[in-house]
T-cell receptor, first 112, second 115 residues
Framework: GENVEQHPSTLSVQEGDSAVIKCTYSDSASNYFPWYKQELGKGPQLIIDIRSNVGEKKDQRIAVTLNKTAKHFSLHITETQPEDSAVYFCAASPRGNTPLVFGKGTRLSVIA | DTAVSQTPKYLVTQMGNDKSIKCEQNLGHDTMYWYKQDSKKFLKIMFSYNNKELIINETVPNRFSPKSPDKAHLNLHINSLELGDSAVYFC??????????????FGPGTRLLVL
């Protein structure tokens, strides 16, 4: 089955700096890679996703890149703000009716 | 309007008790899920229902039994609670039957503490 590794587990950056979170997956059949943000005391919320036919996707300060050959994908947050502080989860989805497999999360702290 | 709601938000109970967590979504989605998040924040799927039918049942003890009275509701009943059941339980929903490739909308979570 699919296995998703996520690094780092914790990340501290100064406000205004960039943050990068990396994930690798094991199943080459996986074709959908969402990123979720979980704020304290709340449920995870989708912030961006990418499908295997695309190498990069941007949404304002957030971007995701996908390298299918190497089986890894990354989340990039530019010009970080204190409200970006949260736990971020990557996930991978193999084809068909199989569940999302989540990484173990990265706790991002943006220091003002 | 709350898209995915869960009750209760907090649940403190003794070992051996039976408890239920309720979930409702008003998004008109076909698929609903239950996830367990442990103290290390690891998110693991437990069940998935599509239109009231069970489609995913990961390795979960038989003490956990989901029930879906209609496609807007997916409740979780837990028998004979154990200390290791302490966690945050999230309900989620998605639009399509092949929900794994669609955006999942999570509820606010139910924090279960078993003493």
């Amino acid at each position: 089955g699919e296995n998703v590794e996520q690094h780092p587990s914790t990340l501290s950056v100064q406000e205004g700096d960039s943050a990068v979170i990396k994930c690798t997956y094991s199943d080459s059949a996986s074709n959908y890679f969402p990123w979720y943000k979980q704020e304290l005391g709340k449920g995870p919320q989708l912030i961006i996703d990418i499908r295997s036919n695309v190498g990069e996707k941007k949404d304002q300060r957030i971007a995701v890149t996908l390298n299918k050959t190497a089986k890894h994908f990354s989340l990039h947050i530019t010009e970080t703000q204190p409200e970006d502080s949260a736990v971020y989860f990557c996930a991978a989805s193999p084809r068909g009716n199989t569940p999302l497999v989540f990484g173990k999360g990265t706790r991002l702290s943006v220091i003002a | 309007d709350t898209a995915v709601s869960q009750t209760p938000k907090y649940l403190v109970t003794q070992m051996g008790n039976d408890k239920s967590i309720k979930c409702e979504q008003n998004l008109g989605h076909d698929t609903m899920y239950w996830y367990k998040q442990d103290s290390k924040k690891f998110l693991k799927i437990m069940f998935s229902y599509n239109n009231k039918e069970l489609i995913i049942n990961e390795t979960v003890p038989n003490r956990f039994s989901p029930k879906s009275p209609d496609k807007a509701h997916l409740n979780l009943h837990i028998n004979s609670l154990e200390l290791g059941d302490s966690a945050v339980y999230f309900c989620a929903s998605s639009q399509l039957a092949s929900g794994s490739e669609e955006t999942q909308y999570f509820g606010p979570g139910t924090r279960l503490l078993v003493l």
